[in-house]
C-alpha cells in the first residue's frame, strides 16, 4: 500500500510541478491521433460477427459460393388489387430483377424470380420432358400465356409456395451478392432507388428485408446516432454546468472525454480496425467514465480549495494524490473486465476488448493526469457563474445513505439486499441467449424491417434460411437413392417443428420430374430405383438450364449437396430447437454413402453465436470478476478486499440481467461487451466511496468510523451522485433513437449507473461499518486494528452519540 502512495505522491508532485510540458505532451499526442482519425472506417463488417473457428462457420464458409446465401436479399412484390397475374404487376417483376442487376457487389447469377432463367417450368409429353424458364427472356403477351404461366406455377412446388405466395397475390424475387464486395452503405440505398422508382406504386406494395439491408438501415440512422450522442452530450455538460457552478466542473469532464476518445479511436484507425455503428453506445459509455472520473477529482478540488481554503496548486495536486489510487483501481478493474471479452472467438469481440481497453486506460491520462493539472490555473475557485444552487438535491441523497450508514438502520441492509438479490436473481435466470423477440432486435418491432419480415413469413416458409450440408464420399453420391431418401426425410422430420416453414433440396427436383414424366400424377412424386434413373430425371431437369442452376442444390459432381431449411423468426430458443433435433435425426439416421454437417447460412452463423456465447459468456464473466478480485487484492493486499467489492459487481449485474430477462433483451453478440463494461461501471463508485473513508481515517487517526463514513459520503458520494445522475440523464437520451438496440442499450446502461451508485452509496458504507474489515480500518490510528476500533465505538453507541 506504501508503494502505492508513494507513486500517487511522485505522480502528482511531477505532473504539478511539471504542468507546462505535462499539457503540451498531452496536446502534441492528441493532435497526432486525431490526424489518425482522418482514415478512421465507420462501417459494419459481416465477416467481424463471424467466429470463424467454430464447426457450423466452418462449413458455412466452405460451401457459401453455392448453399450459403449470407448476403441475401429478398423483395416482396404484393398486388394491391387481385393476383399478380396481370401485365402491370408482371412488368413489375421483371423490371425490378432487371435492374438489380445493376447494383454494387451484386452476384447475377444469384437473381431469382419469376423473371430471371433460375426459375423453371417443366412440360412433360410423350417425347419426353423439356423445361424451360417461367417468365424469360419477355413476359407474355396475351392472357392465354398469363394463363398458362399460371398454370406452370400452380403446377410446380419449387416455384408455387416458395417464390409465389399461396393466393398467388404476390412474388418474391431474391438475389445475393459476393462477399468481398458487401458494401451495406451502398446497397441499401441502391436497392431502396429501385424501388421508389416503382411506375406501379397504385398496383403493387414492395417490401425489402435481408442482412445487407437490415446493416444498411444502421447506416441509414448513423446521422440520427450522432445527432443523439451529441444532444447526450450536450444535456450531460448542461447538468454539470447547472450542478457545479463552474467552468472548470463543465469543460474539464468535456476535455478528459474527447482527449480519451481520440486516443483511442486514433489507436483503432492505426491498428486498421472499422468501428461499427452498433457499438457506439460502449465508445459513448467509456467517454462517460472519463467523465465520471474527471468530476470526482473536481469534487475534492472544491473541497479543498473552497471548503479548507487549500491554495488551488497544493489542492490539485492533493485531489490527484488522493484519487489515484481508487481511480487507477477502477481504470483496471474496468480494462481488465472488458478484457475478458476477449475469450469470446469472434473478431468484433476481440476488436471492441482490445479498443475499449486502450480506450479505457487513456482516461488514467486524460482525468487523472489532466484534469488536476489543468485545475492548478485556477484562480479564484470560490467564483461561480450563476445562483442556483442544487446542492440540496446531491444533499437528499448523501445525508439518507449517511443516516443509514451511521443509524442502527445499516443491520437491516444486509438483509434486506440479500432478499431483493434473490428476487432478481430468479428473474435473470430467464435471460435469453441469443434473440429474443421476433424480427431484429436492432430495429423497433413497428419498423418497416421487421413489419415486411412479418408479411414474409406470414405468406411464404420464412424469410431466413439455414442449410445442412451432405458431403458424398465419391462422385454421383447424391443420386444414390439411399442419400436422396435420407434427405428427404431429414426435410419432413425438419419441417413437423414448428420453427420451421418449410424445405428445399435436390430429392425435392428429382421427385418432382419424375412426377411430371406420368403427367403430373402425385402418386408418382417418388425417387428412382437407382441412381442411374435419378441421374436421368436431373438430365432430363437441365436441358435447357444453365450449368448454375443447381448450384444451390449441389455441386457439379453430385458429390455434395444440401438441405435448405427456411425459418419464420431466429429467436435463440428456436434456432437451439432446430439444432438440437437435426444433430439428433443425423445421430440416429446415419448413411453410409455420405455425412451430414450442421449448419451454414445466416442463421447457422447465428447459431454458432449463440452456442459461443452460451459456452462463453459465463466464463468471460466470471473471469472479469476475478480480475476485480485480482485488482482489489494487488491494491489492498487482502483477500477480503476483493470479496468486499463483488458486492456491488454482483449487485448491479444481478439487476441488470433481470432488467434485460423482463424485457426480452437477450445476451447476444451485441449486449455481450455492454455487459462486460458494467461489471467494471459496477464497482468504480465503490472505490471512491470506500477508499475515502481508509483515506480519511489514514489523515485523521484520531476521527472514529462514523466520522469517516460521513467525510466519504459527504465529498466522494457527492461526486458519486453527481457523476450517476449526470451520466444517466445523458444515456437515458438514447430511448429515443430509431434503433431499438440502441434505445434499450441507453436504458440498461442508465439502469446500471443508478443501481451502482445507490449500492455505493446506501449498502457499501453500512457493510463497511457492521463487517469492520481490516483493509479499511486496519491500519487506522497507527495500526489500529478493526477490533480496537468496534471497541472504541462502542461507548459512543452506548451515549447515543452515533
Not at 484562480?379 to 446542492?391: F, G, N, Q, S, T
Not at 420453427?499 to 408418382?524: K, W
Not at 483493509?775 to 453507541?797: D, K, L
Request: net charge neutral; aromatic share 8%; charged share 20%.
Amino acid at each position: 500500500m506504501s508503494r502505492i502512495t508513494d507513486l500517487a505522491g511522485a505522480v502528482s508532485s511531477f505532473s504539478i510541478r511539471h504542468r507546462v510540458g505535462v499539457c503540451i505532451a498531452i496536446a502534441l499526442v492528441t493532435l497526432f491521433f486525431g490526424a489518425c482519425l482522418a482514415r478512421l472506417d465507420v462501417r459494419t463488417r459481416f465477416g467481424d460477427m463471424v467466429p470463424h473457428d467454430h464447426p457450423y462457420v466452418k462449413v458455412h464458409q466452405k460451401y457459401q459460393e453455392n448453399f450459403a446465401a449470407s448476403n441475401r436479399v429478398t423483395i416482396l412484390v404484393r398486388s394491391l388489387d387481385g393476383d399478380i397475374f396481370r401485365m402491370p404487376v408482371l412488368q413489375e417483376i421483371r423490371r425490378i430483377t432487371y435492374d438489380l442487376q445493376q447494383v454494387h457487389g451484386v452476384n447475377p447469377l444469384q437473381i431469382t424470380s419469376l423473371a430471371s432463367k433460375k426459375l423453371k417450368r417443366v412440360d412433360a409429353s410423350s417425347e419426353g420432358i423439356e423445361t424451360q424458364p417461367m417468365m424469360w427472356p419477355d413476359l407474355p403477351k396475351t392472357q392465354a400465356e398469363i394463363d398458362a404461366l399460371r398454370q406452370a406455377v400452380l403446377n410446380n412446388p419449387m416455384v408455387y409456395g416458395l417464390y409465389v405466395d399461396a393466393e398467388l397475390k404476390s412474388a418474391l424475387i431474391q438475389v445475393d451478392f459476393h462477399d468481398h464486395l458487401v458494401d451495406y452503405g451502398r446497397i441499401f440505398p441502391e436497392i431502396q432507388a429501385i424501388l421508389d422508382a416503382s411506375p406501379a406504386k397504385g398496383q403493387v406494395s414492395l417490401h425489402l428485408v435481408g442482412e445487407p439491408i437490415l446493416y444498411g438501415w444502421v447506416a441509414h440512422y448513423l446521422g440520427e446516432t450522432v445527432a443523439i450522442s451529441l444532444l447526450s452530450l450536450a444535456a450531460m455538460l448542461v447538468l454539470l454546468f447547472v450542478i457545479s457552478r463552474t467552468w472548470r466542473g463543465t469543460l474539464l469532464p468535456l476535455l478528459a472525454g474527447l482527449v480519451s476518445a481520440t486516443w483511442a479511436l486514433g489507436v483503432g484507425s492505426l491498428l486498421g480496425y472499422n468501428f461499427d455503428p452498433l457499438v457506439i453506445v460502449v465508445a459513448f459509455i467509456i467517454t462517460a467514465r472519463a467523465f465520471s472520473h474527471s468530476v470526482q477529482l473536481i469534487t475534492r478540488f472544491d473541497d479543498l480549495a473552497v471548503g479548507e481554503s487549500v491554495e488551488p496548486r497544493r489542492a490539485a495536486e492533493q485531489s490527484m494524490r488522493e484519487l489515484f489510487r481508487p481511480g487507477m483501481l477502477g481504470l483496471y478493474a474496468d480494462a481488465g473486465a472488458i478484457l475478458c471479452v476477449i475469450l469470446t472467438p469472434i473478431p468484433l469481440m476481440h476488436k471492441v476488448a482490445i479498443i475499449g481497453a486502450v480506450w479505457v486506460m487513456t482516461i488514467a491520462v486524460s482525468a487523472v493526469v489532466l484534469t488536476p493539472v489543468l485545475l492548478s490555473w485556477v484562480k479564484r475557485p470560490d467564483r461561480y457563474i450563476h445562483p442556483l444552487r442544487l446542492d440540496g438535491v446531491l444533499g437528499l441523497f448523501t445525508r439518507s445513505a449517511t443516516w443509514v450508514a451511521t443509524t442502527r438502520a445499516r443491520y437491516a441492509v444486509a438483509p434486506v439486499m440479500l432478499v431483493l438479490l434473490g428476487g432478481f436473481l430468479f428473474e435473470a435466470t430467464r435471460i435469453t441467449v441469443g434473440d429474443a423477440s421476433d424480427g431484429s432486435p436492432i430495429l423497433w418491432q413497428d419498423s418497416s424491417f421487421n413489419r415486411d419480415s412479418a408479411l414474409i413469413n406470414a405468406l411464404y416458409p420464412g424469410s431466413e434460411q439455414m442449410f445442412v450440408a451432405v458431403e458424398g464420399k465419391d462422385a454421383d453420391a447424391l443420386k444414390q437413392p439411399e442419400v436422396l431418401d435420407w434427405m428427404r426425410r431429414f426435410s419432413r422430420y425438419m419441417e413437423r417443428q414448428p420453427e420451421i416453414g418449410g424445405s428445399v433440396s435436390l430429392a425435392d427436383i428429382v421427385a418432382e420430374i419424375r412426377r411430371n414424366l406420368h403427367e403430373g400424377n402425385p402418386r408418382y412424386r417418388e425417387l428412382g430405383a437407382d441412381a442411374g434413373e435419378n441421374g436421368e430425371l436431373v438430365s432430363f431437369y437441365m436441358q435447357g438450364a444453365d450449368p448454375d442452376d443447381l448450384n444451390q442444390f449441389s455441386d457439379v459432381q453430385f458429390r455434395n449437396g444440401a438441405v435448405t431449411l427456411f425459418f419464420r423468426d431466429h429467436k435463440g430458443e428456436t434456432l437451439r430447437r432446430a439444432i438440437h433435433h437435426g444433430k439428433q435425426f443425423i445421430a440416429e439416421n446415419p448413411m453410409p454413402q455420405a455425412e451430414a454437417k450442421l449448419a451454414g447460412g445466416v442463421l447457422g452463423i447465428t447459431a454458432a453465436v449463440n452456442e459461443i456465447l452460451l459456452r462463453d459468456q459465463i466464463e468471460a464473466i466470471a473471469l472479469a470478476f476475478l480480475v476485480v478480485v485480482l485488482c482489489c487484492l494487488v491494491v489492498y493486499r487482502s483477500s477480503v478486499s476483493g470479496i468486499f467489492f463483488i458486492v456491488p459487481v454482483a449487485i448491479s449485474n444481478v439487476v441488470t440481467f433481470a432488467y434485460m430477462a423482463w424485457h426480452g433483451i437477450g445476451m447476444s453478440i451485441s449486449t455481450l461487451p455492454v455487459v462486460a463494461l458494467g461489471i467494471g461501471l459496477g464497482v468504480d463508485y465503490a472505490f471512491y466511496i470506500v477508499d475515502a473513508i481508509k483515506e480519511h481515517l489514514e489523515k485523521h487517526p484520531e476521527a472514529s468510523p462514523m466520522d469517516a463514513v460521513r467525510q466519504s459520503l459527504g465529498s466522494a458520494g457527492r461526486g458519486v451522485i453527481l457523476t450517476a445522475l449526470t451520466l444517466a440523464a445523458g444515456v437515458l437520451l438514447w430511448s429515443g433513437s430509431s434503433l431499438r438496440f440502441q434505445a434499450e442499450m441507453g436504458i440498461l446502461i442508465g439502469l446500471w449507473l443508478m443501481v451502482s451508485a445507490f449500492t455505493s452509496l446506501f449498502v457499501m458504507p453500512s457493510l463497511a461499518l457492521v463487517f469492520k474489515p481490516d483493509f479499511i480500518f486496519g491500519n487506522a490510528g497507527g495500526g489500529t486494528t478493526a477490533n480496537e476500533i468496534r471497541s472504541r465505538q462502542e461507548p459512543c453507541i452506548q451515549r447515543g452519540t452515533v
